[in-house]
């Protein structure tokens, strides 16, 4: 049970960590100077999009998750969805000829990567929160 609690701790501070560095990395690229600009290269810019705003998502997962609430795991499992769902739109657009960096497909196969694991380590019966429990309405959720 420690080891569980262990990484499930663990795994909120990657989703927090891995949001807030989402969040820096593409505000420059999406609203910094133009050597920052310059410096993405051919970057996609839906993917660049999606990724920016998902890292807000990464953080409140992860803050969620560290406070074991049951919509941080249906977040990060939609987190999952999602980043899967433009991966496949990535290669659709690479599939079409569409420019892009090889950096983005490394980023895009990390992220994938790490929010299966974060998936996976999530609690399947988290703590319930005020609004589950307001929903329920004398039910039992769990």
Same mark, same amino acid.
């Given at each position: 049970?420690?080891?569980?609690?262990?990484?499930?701790?663990?795994?909120?501070?990657? @989703?927090?960590?891995?949001?807030?560095?989402?969040?820096?990395?593409?505000?420059?690229?999406?609203?910094?100077?133009?050597?920052?600009?310059?410096?993405?290269?051919?970057?996609?810019?839906?993917?660049? +999009?999606?990724?920016?705003?998902?890292?807000?998502?990464?953080?409140?997962?992860?803050?969620?998750?560290? $406070?074991?609430?049951?919509?941080?795991?249906?977040?990060?499992?939609?987190?999952?969805? @999602?980043?899967?769902?433009?991966?496949?739109?990535?290669?659709?657009?690479?599939?079409?000829?569409?420019?892009?960096?090889?950096?983005?497909?490394?980023?895009?196969?990390?992220?994938?990567?790490? +929010?299966?694991?974060?998936?996976?380590?999530?609690?399947?019966?988290?703590? $319930?929160?005020?609004?589950?429990?307001?929903?329920?309405?004398?039910?039992?959720?769990?």
């Amino acid at each position: 049970m420690q080891t569980r609690q262990r990484g499930l701790a663990i795994a909120a501070a990657v @989703a927090v960590v891995f949001g807030l560095l989402t969040v820096f990395s593409g505000s420059r690229a999406l609203f910094g100077d133009a050597a920052a600009r310059a410096a993405v290269g051919n970057a996609v810019p839906f993917v660049l +999009w999606f990724n920016f705003l998902a890292g807000f998502a990464y953080v409140g997962a992860g803050i969620g998750l560290f $406070r074991r609430r049951r919509w941080a795991v249906r977040l990060s499992i939609a987190i999952l969805v @999602a980043t899967i769902l433009v991966m496949i739109a990535f290669w659709v657009h690479v599939a079409l000829g569409g420019a892009y960096e090889i950096r983005t497909a490394g980023a895009m196969g990390l992220r994938t990567l790490v +929010w299966a694991i974060i998936v996976a380590v999530a609690p399947r019966k988290p703590a $319930r929160s005020v609004s589950d429990v307001a929903q329920t309405k004398g039910r039992n959720p769990l």
